[in-house]
């Protein structure tokens, strides 16, 4: 088996490392003998949608986020396309942001690519913790950090988890992230994989099965990733 990961523009789309979620991603599967292909995009590259399997857009700054929003702004259609079709999409804070409808710099309203139902006011309150949410789809919370100005509003979309510890979307609904389809959008850093290896399994299987048939993923020793994961949760639960 062989998955193609597509991380975009990681040259300006890194802001809280998370490149980490690629590399988690690809030893994550390469452990199970199953191939990885990074292909690693800049701006002016063409993206090939077509072999993509999984797809990530991290967090960047206010300047590089309206860059990438631009450039995005071509592949709509594309894009809008390949998430139809059940493709695996990690959007990260500002990768998160631009999908929607639009989104707010200080004063300045952007409009966003539109792919998403959703739209992002702005705070000069930074809405800054650790944080602990729970999907519905795991038996296990996700943990992580989230540092953001937005304030992320999804309609009738699913949200990606309830809140247990930390702000969320907005800091008021007791949401965090959004989940279409394959798509997961998160203010969630960290990076957010490497802290929770049943979220990065679920990825990977669902962008197997999208290629495959009958995918079973083998089991890892994740005992110590579940250490860490579980001394957070207690640390902020108590």
Same mark, same amino acid.
């Given at each position: &088996?062989?998955?193609?990961? *597509?991380?975009?523009?990681?040259?300006?789309?890194?802001? +809280? %490392?998370?490149?980490?979620?690629? *590399? %988690?991603?690809?030893?994550?599967? $390469?452990?199970?003998?199953?191939?990885?292909?990074? @292909?690693?995009?800049?701006?002016?590259?063409?993206?090939? #949608?077509?072999? =993509?399997?999984?797809?990530?857009?991290?967090?960047?700054?206010?300047?590089?986020?309206?860059?990438?929003?631009?450039?995005?702004?071509?592949?709509?259609?594309?894009?809008?396309?390949?998430?139809?079709?059940?493709?695996?999409?990690?959007?990260?804070?500002?990768?998160?942001?631009?999908?929607?409808?639009?989104?707010?710099?200080?004063?300045?309203?952007?409009?966003?690519?539109?792919?998403?139902?959703? +739209?992002?006011?702005?705070?000069?309150?930074?809405?800054?913790?650790?944080?602990?949410?729970?999907? $519905?789809?795991?038996?296990?919370?996700?943990?992580?950090? $989230?540092?953001?100005?937005?304030? =992320?509003?999804?309609?009738?979309?699913?949200?990606?988890?309830?809140?247990?510890?930390?702000?969320?979307?907005?800091?008021?609904?007791?949401?965090?992230?959004? &989940?279409?389809?394959?798509?997961?959008?998160?203010?969630?850093?960290?990076?957010?994989?490497?802290? @929770?290896?049943?979220?990065?399994?679920?990825?990977?299987?669902? *962008?197997?099965?999208?290629? +495959?048939? @009958?995918?079973?993923?083998?089991?890892?020793?994740?005992?110590?990733?579940? *250490?860490?994961?579980? #001394?957070?949760?207690?640390? #902020?639960? %108590?």
């Amino acid at each position: &088996m062989e998955l193609n990961i *597509a991380h975009l523009y990681p040259e300006i789309l890194n802001l +809280y %490392s998370d490149s980490g979620n690629i *590399a %988690s991603l690809k030893k994550r599967a $390469e452990w199970r003998n199953i191939d990885v292909n990074i @292909n690693e995009y800049k701006l002016d590259d063409i993206i090939d #949608f077509k072999n =993509t399997d999984i797809l990530l857009i991290g967090g960047g700054s206010d300047k590089e986020q309206f860059k990438v929003c631009k450039k995005l702004t071509e592949y709509r259609d594309e894009l809008e396309k390949y998430i139809e079709n059940n493709g695996v999409v990690i959007a990260i804070c500002g990768g998160f942001e631009i999908l929607g409808k639009n989104y707010k710099i200080n004063n300045e309203t952007i409009r966003g690519i539109g792919i998403l139902d959703i +739209y992002t006011e702005y705070s000069n309150q930074r809405l800054i913790d650790d944080i602990i949410i729970q999907p $519905e789809f795991l038996k296990k919370p996700i943990v992580g950090f $989230e540092n953001h100005g937005g304030r =992320t509003y999804i309609n009738n979309h699913k949200p990606f988890g309830k809140v247990i510890h930390g702000n969320g979307n907005n800091g008021t609904d007791g949401f965090e992230g959004i &989940m279409y389809k394959n798509l997961i959008g998160t203010y969630i850093h960290g990076p957010l994989l490497p802290k @929770n290896p049943h979220l990065c399994d679920y990825i990977i299987k669902k *962008a197997l099965q999208n290629k +495959y048939e @009958n995918v079973v993923l083998q089991d890892l020793d994740d005992s110590v990733e579940y *250490a860490a994961n579980e #001394f957070i949760q207690n640390r #902020f639960r %108590s």
